[in-house]
């Protein structure tokens, strides 16, 4: 069995990257705090790799390891949130990023309807209120909610 440490690391740097080089179509400076962010999670999954792969003995005694349910989960989890970044252009922010919370939710397992919607609809709007409001950074226009203009 591999650590979740190895497997979550290799995970978080593709996506850290990924965000990294998209960030770079923003422009105007909306650019800075994505890749900054993603910079520092690139150096931090970095870091857990190393420790996790080649200082085993650092590793916290009694961290997990990942059995098939746990790759398959983790796999399901990575498809989906590639299938979200495909979908937020020709979607729209908000409705892709809801539906990405509430589906990655339910594919971890995580069954309290009613917290996981109002949380979703909740951190969907402070973020969009964030990026539109405080960075003035334009949001793609959302099919779902553009409907009720």
């Not at 870091?47 to 420790?51: E, G, P």
């Not at 937020?88 to 939710?105: C, K, L, Q, R």
């Given at each position: 069995m591999v650590s979740k440490d190895t497997i979550?690391?290799?995970v978080v740097f593709l996506f850290s990257l990924?965000?990294?080089?998209?960030a770079a179509d923003f422009g105007g400076g909306a650019e800075l705090f994505p890749r900054g962010l993603a910079i520092l999670m690139m150096v931090a999954s970095a870091?857990?790799?190393?420790?996790a792969v080649f200082w085993p003995l650092m590793v916290p005694e009694g961290t997990p390891k990942m059995d098939g349910i746990d790759v398959r989960r983790t796999a399901a989890c990575v498809l989906i949130t590639i299938v979200y970044v495909a979908l937020?252009?020709?979607?729209?922010?908000?409705?892709?990023?809801?539906?990405?919370?509430?589906?990655?939710?339910y594919a971890m397992g995580y069954r309290n309807h009613l917290a996981l919607w109002l949380t979703a609809v909740l951190f969907v709007s402070a973020l969009y209120l964030l990026f539109v409001r405080v960075f003035h950074t334009p949001l793609p226009e959302d099919i779902v909610f553009g409907m009720f203009h």
């Open positions: 979550s690391s290799i990924s965000a990294y080089v998209l870091a857990m790799f190393l420790r937020i252009v020709p979607v729209g922010f908000a409705t892709s990023s809801i539906a990405f919370i509430i589906v990655i939710a």
